[in-house]
């Protein structure tokens, strides 16, 4: 009983750590998300870490249209890396999970 309750444990710790290595791998995957026609683009780490903004001339002209592309290519941007970000993690805490009696229905 012990011993099941100890592998269960390492089990665990070992899956916590996969995670943080997981957390720390996304910080480094980048992807770049573009309005619609292609006059802001930005450049987000799967871990939502907004790393560049490229803004084209013709958009510094009118403050609100800018700050409509901005709102909505962000938003896409999180979208996005939350997703990649969830999906990521998921996998791993499932493939970690012991296999504990009546918690099968989780895997």
Known sequence: MF????????????????????????????????????????TIT????IKNISIADELLEDKEQLEDYLVLTLNKAIERASEMNEAELAAVAKDGMPDIPGLDMFK
């Not at 665990?12 to 910080?27: N, Y």
């Not at 799967?46 to 870490?49: F, G, I, V």
């Open 46 to 49: 799967a871990a939502r870490e």
């Open 3 to 42: 011993g099941d309750m100890m592998g269960m444990m390492n089990k665990i710790k070992e899956t916590q750590e996969k995670v943080e290595a997981t957390k720390e791998r996304l910080k480094t995957v980048s992807f770049e998300e573009k309005s619609s026609d292609g006059l802001l683009q930005v």
